[in-house]
C-alpha cells in the first residue's frame, strides 16, 4: 500500500536509467574527476588534497544514497517495526574511511586515488570530525548506529544538527582554551530535506473546550513558532546493503528567512533577531560532560528536537492506517538518557489531545513504546527542570507531567497505603523552592523498561538512586546491557594492520560481523612468527604516535617506553589528577636514585587528552598541572628518557583512532561506583594494550573475560565508598603519606606558583577528599610498580595482550544491540536477500 509518484508507464524510463554508483577503480576515478571538475569547479591544475577529499567523499556519498534509497523502500514495504533512537548527541567522528570501508571498496579507492596522485591516509585526514558530542555517551550512540545498520535493524537515529558541535581544545601556556568548532563548512555526508520540516510551538496558553461528545479537550496555542527542517545523514552497515538513517533537526525562523513586514517598516534590527532566535535553538551543543545546569535553552533544544521526531515517527506510523494500538508493535523509541524524556509527554499530548484518545489508552500505548537508558549515578549529573520553567515555555505539557505524577502516586498509595515518605521519595514533582521535575523518575514512569550500562551500574541503579521504583514496579523493570564498541571503527578502521594479522589467523575478516571469533586467536598465543608480527604492529602504532607527540608538542618520546594513556573527558571522578599525582612521585622517586639505580628503571612516557568543560574550574586546573608536571620533567636531564609526561591537545575521535591502538597501558581510573561503564577500556584492550583500573563500571566485566592475571586492579570497592566518605567528613582524614609528599614538592613551587594548583590539593587535604584520591594512592603507585615489573618480561606482556584479544568477543557493539532488540524493543533484522561480502 506504498504509493509511487511515478505512473506505472513512465517507470520504465525511470528504471533504464536508475544510476548504479561506480562498480571498479575506473568506475571511480571517472567520478572522483567528474566531481572535481563539475561539482567542485575544479581542474587537475588546482586539485590539492582537501579537493580530493570532496570529490572522494561525494563519489562515496552518491553510493551511499542509493543503498540508502533501496534500503528505506525495504523497510517500508516489509511494514516491520523499527526502531528509534533518540539521542541528543551523535559522536561520529570521520566518514570517509567508514564508509569505505564499511562498503568495501577502500582498496578500490586506493588506487584509484594513486593513479589521481594522492595517497589515501593523506585524504583521509583531511575530513572533519562531525564531534557533535561530549564523550561516551554520544560515542555510543554513534557505535550504535554502525551496528543497528550492520545487523540489518529497521532503525533511525534522531538527532540535533548543532552548527557548532564540542569545541576545539588549544593548550596556550598549559591553559586550555577553547575554540569554536564550525563544522559544516563543506560536509558531504548531510542531504537537506528542505520539504521536510515541523513546525514546533513554545510558550502560548492552553485553554479547554467540549467538543460535540462532551468532553473536555485542553488546546494548547498561541506562543511562539520555530521550524525544524531535516538533514540526513546515511549510516552504512558494514558488509551489508543496509543503509539507515539519521535524521538531524535545523532550527530555522517559521516565517521564513525574516519579518518583512518589520523590515519594511524599518525595523531591520528586530527581524534580524527573530530569526537568530530562532536558529540559535540548534546552534551549540552544551559542553558539560557529566553536569546538568538547567539552562531555559538546553530544554528549548529538547523539546524543539524531541516534538519534531516525535511528528515524523507519528507520520511514518499514519501512513500504514493502521489502528492506534499497534502503534507499539511498530515503533520502539529508546531514550538515551533522560534528555529525550519530554517525548513521553509529547506523545501522550498527541495522543489525547491531538487524536482523541482516552488518558488510559493513550499512555499504555506510550510506555510499552519507550525503553529509557540511564547513564550515571552522579547526582549531579540527575536532570532536573524547574516548574515554572516548563509552565512558561511548554504549559500543556507540565499539566500533563502532574496529571501523570498524579496517577502514578494514585496506584503507589494504593500498593503502599499511609507511605507519605514514599510518596514523596518518588513523587516526580519534587517539593523544593522552585519546584522541580525529576526527569529520571519520568523516564521510568513512562517506559517499560529501564537500563543501566554495565551490570555493576545496574545494580547500583537497582539498589540506590531507583530502589523505591523496584519496589513498586518489581524488579523486571530494570535491566542490564552493558555497552559494547563497534569493531569495525575501533580495530578494522583504526588499526588496519592488526585486523589483518587478525584476519590471517582466524580464518577472515568474519571477527568483524562475530567478535567471539577472536578466541581462536588464543591457539596461536605461542606462535614465535605472529608474536613477532604482534609486536612490530604495536611498535609501528607508537612510532606514528611518538610522531605526532613530537609534532604537536616538541617533546621527543622513546617509543621503546612503556606508553601509558589516560585519555577521556577531565573530570575529578575520573581522577585525572591521582594519575598526574603518581607521575610527579615517580619523578621524585627517580630524583631520589643514584645514576645507577636509575639506569635500571622502566622507561615511562605519561600520556593525556581530554577536554574540561568551559565552566569547570577543577578540572581546568588539572590540565594546568599536567602542562606544567611536562614542562619541568621533560627538561630535566637527570631523567632523560625515564619519564615524559605529556598532554595532546583537543581529543576527539579521529585522534583515539592514532592514540589507542598506540597504547601499552591504559588508565581507568574512576572512584569505585562513578563510572557508569567506560567504553574506551574495551576499545584499548581491544587493540592489544593492558589496563590499569579500579573495580567499577565495565572494567569489572572485562576482567571476568580476560581473567585477573591480565589487568591491573587496585583500590577500594564501591561498597567501602560510603563508610569511607563518612569517615573523612568525620575528621578521621590522613593523607597517604606519599601523597603529603607530592604535595609539598608542588607547594615547594616546583611546578610553578603553587597558587594555580592551591585547590587541587585543598579537594584532598582539607575538603573531605569526595573521590577518595589519597584512600587510593598507595595501591594505585603499588599498581604501576606491577605494571613496571610486568612490561620488564616482554614475552610474558605480549601474551597477556594476546590473551586478552582473543576474549574481548563479548563487547561488541553487536551484542550489545542484540540485547536491547530481544529484551527491549521486540524487533527482528530485516532479511536483506543478496547479503554482500566484503
Ligand atoms: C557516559 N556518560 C558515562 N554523559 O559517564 C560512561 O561511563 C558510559 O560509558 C557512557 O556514558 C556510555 O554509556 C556521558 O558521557 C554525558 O556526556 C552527558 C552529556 C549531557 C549532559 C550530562 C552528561
Known sequence: HVEASIPEPQREAWTKHQVGGFKDKDGFESEVVRHVETTLARSLYNCDEA?????????????????????????????SKRVYYLSLEFLMGRALDNAMLN??????????????????????????????????????????????????????????????GIFKQEIIDGYQVEVPDYWLDFNPWEFPRHDVTVDIQFYGKVSRETNEKGKAISQWEGGETVKAVAYDVPIPGYATPTTN??????????????????????????????????ETISAVLYPNDNLDRGKELRLKQQYFWVAASLYDIVRRFKKTRRAWKEFPDQVAIQLNDT????????????????????????????????????HTVLPEALEKWSVPLIENLLPRHLQIIYDINLYFLQTVERQFPGDSDLLRDVSIVEE?????????????????????????HSELIRTTIFKDFVRIFGPDKFTNVTNGITPRRWLHQANPRLSELIASKTGGHGFLKDLTDLNKLELYVDDKEFRKE????????????????????????????LFDVQVKRIHEYKR???????????????????????????????????????????????????NSVGAVVNNDTDIGDLLKVVFLEDYNVSKAEMIIPASDISEHISTAGTEASGTSNMKFVLNGGLIIGTCDGANIEITREVSQDNIFLFGHLSEQVDDLRYAHQSGEHVVDPKLVRVFEEIEK????????????????????????????????????????EAYRDQEGWITKCITSVSRMGFFSSDRCINEYAEGIWNVEPLNTTQDKTV
Open 51 to 79: 579537493a580530493a577529499y570532496s570529490a572522494t567523499a561525494l563519489a562515496f556519498r552518491d553510493r551511499l544514497i542509493l543503498e540508502w534509497n533501496r534500503t528505506q523502500q525495504r523497510q517500508t514495504f516489509s511494514d
Open 534 to 561: 604482534w609486536a612490530e604492529i604495536k611498535y609501528a602504532n607508537k612510532v606514528r604516535l611518538a610522531k605526532h607527540i613530537k609534532a604537536t608538542t616538541g617533546v621527543t618520546v622513546n617509543p621503546a617506553a
Open 245 to 278: 538513517n539519521l535524521r538531524l533537526w535545523s532550527s530555522k525562523a517559521a516565517s521564513g528567512e525574516f519579518d518583512f513586514q518589520k523590515f519594511n517598516s524599518g525595523d531591520y534590527e528586530s527581524s534580524v533577531a527573530d530569526q537568530q532566535r530562532a
Open 432 to 456: 523544593s523552592e522552585p519546584k522541580m521535575i525529576r526527569m529520571a523518575y519520568l523516564a521510568i514512569v513512562g517506559s517499560h523498561k529501564v537500563n543501566g550500562v554495565a551490570e555493576l
Open 103 to 164: 562498503v568495501g571498496q577502500k582498496d578500490l579507492a586506493k588506487d584509484g586515488l594513486s593513479d589521481l596522485g594522492f595517497r589515501i591516509e593523506d585524504v583521509i585526514q583531511q575530513e572533519h570530525d562531525a564531534a557533535l558530542g561530549n564523550g561516551g555517551l554520544g560515542r555510543l550512540a554513534a557505535c550504535f548506529l554502525d551496528s543497528l545498520a550492520s545487523l540489518n535493524y529497521p532503525a533511525w537515529g534522531y538527532g540535533l544538527r548543532y552548527r557548532y
Open 749 to 788: 613551587g616546583t611546578f610553578g606558583n603553587p597558587k594555580d594548583f592551591s585547590d587541587l590539593i585543598a579537594a584532598v587535604r582539607d575538603h573531605g577528599d569526595y573521590y577518595l584520591v589519597s584512600d587510593d594512592f598507595s595501591s594505585y603507585v603499588d599498581s604501576h610498580t606491577a605494571v613496571d
Open 576 to 626: 585525572q589528577q591521582m594519575n598526574i599525582f603518581g607521575a610527579i612521585h615517580r619523578y621524585l622517586e627517580l630524583k631520589a636514585m643514584s645514576p645507577e639505580q636509575r639506569q635500571k628503571q622502566m622507561r615511562r612516557v605519561s600520556i593525556f587528552g581530554g577536554k574540561a568543560a568551559p565552566g569547570y574550574w577543577m578540572a581546568k586546573q588539572i590540565i594546568h598541572l599536567i
Open 339 to 374: 534528555h529525550p524524556t519530554l517525548a513521553i509527554v509529547e506523545l501522550q499530548r498527541i495522543l489525547i489531545d491531538l487524536e482523541g484518545l482516552e488518558w488510559d489508552e493513550a499512555w499504555n500505548i506510550v510506555v510499552n513504546t519507550f525503553g529509557y537508558t540511564n
